[in-house]
């Protein structure tokens, strides 16, 4: 008796291909789509990480605006002209300030953002045992460079002086210090570089334009732009803000306003605000 031989027939076969391949085509979208969620959770994690990183770095500088030491900016005249409350912090908005400030020239700025200039004297400071004149007797070792602005100031005066021109009008004792004269811009500016879309990158910039030897240093890639806004209070004590460009007290500043718009590779935007408070301003 001939045994029968038992197979799959060739429509069995076509459709088991058929779910198979079904199948791997699911388990392939599944995994593309998992991964672009993943992408764009690390995205998202990426850009609020940067606003952080940026608001810590802007919030450090503001808050030192129009510090010279251990005597205050507000019981003093202005020095050389240089520094005063009304110039300790500037904001120009599109290139604009009422302020008695040029704006600095500054390489690929977007002008479509704000700029942001502090003053004040840099917290590493160095102790001093006697300045007269061109002189100056360090209790320690200290290293400046020739076109360093620096400040020097004991709890009665500050000076500023240019590290290659040594020439003070006060004479500084015992527990006097001096330091670098920080003025420093905050701005967004191209990169040079193209994102996957062959769209400009632009980043957060700091320079400070009293130290020679330093050159803008980029801080925080995808910050698109930059808006700010000084807070005052009115009459009632209640805070309101204006731009750079109607400012007509900067003594009256209270705080500042500050709004990011971060961007990624992948096209994602969003903007982020923090506010600022400053030191005693009047």
């Given amino acids: 008796m001939k045994s029968r031989e038992q197979g799959y027939s060739l429509i069995e076969l076509m459709l088991a291909i058929s779910l198979s391949l079904f199948l791997s085509m699911g388990i392939i979208n599944i995994f593309i789509y998992g991964k672009n969620v993943y992408q764009l959770t690390q995205s998202l994690n990426i850009i609020p990480n940067k606003a952080r ?3 810590y770095l802007l919030s450090h500088d503001i808050r ?7 005597v205050r900016l507000l019981d003093i005249l202005t020095l050389k002209n240089q520094l005063s409350i009304d ?5 120009w908005h599109r290139g604009y300030t009422t302020a008695k400030l040029s704006l600095p020239k500054l390489a690929r700025y977007q002008k479509n953002s704000d700029v942001i200039l502090i003053q004040f004297l840099d917290p590493n400071t160095f102790p001093i045992k006697e ?3 061109k002189h100056i007797v360090f209790a320690r070792r200290a290293i400046f460079h020739p076109k360093d ?5 004991d709890c009665q ?3 500023l002086i240019h590290w290659n021109n040594i020439h003070l009008i006060n004479r500084y004792q015992m527990d006097s210090e001096i330091g670098i004269f920080n003025k420093i811009i905050y701005y ?10 062959g769209e400009r990158i632009y980043a957060l910039y700091r320079r400070n334009l009293n130290q020679s030897i330093y050159k803008p240093i980029e801080l925080i890639e995808g910050v698109k732009s930059m808006s700010i806004r000084l807070g005052m209070k009115n009459s009632d004590g209640m805070m309101f803000y204006k731009n750079g460009n109607e ?3 900067w003594a009256n500043a209270r705080s500042v306003e500050i709004r990011l718009l971060l961007t990624d590779a992948k096209r994602l935007q969003r903007e982020w605000k923090q506010i600022i408070g400053l030191r005693e301003r009047k």
Avoid: Q, W, Y
């Fill in 188 to 197: 967004i500016a191209d990169t040079g570089r193209l994102n996957e879309g």
């Fill in 157 to 159: 005066h500050a000076e």
């Fill in 247 to 249: 400012v007509k007290h």
């Fill in 64 to 70: 030192m605006a129009g510090f010279i030491g251990c």
């Fill in 87 to 91: 110039t300790s912090l500037v904001v």
């Fill in 53 to 55: 990183l940026a608001f």
């Fill in 149 to 153: 602005v620096l400040l020097i100031s």
């Fill in 131 to 133: 300045a007269k004149f």
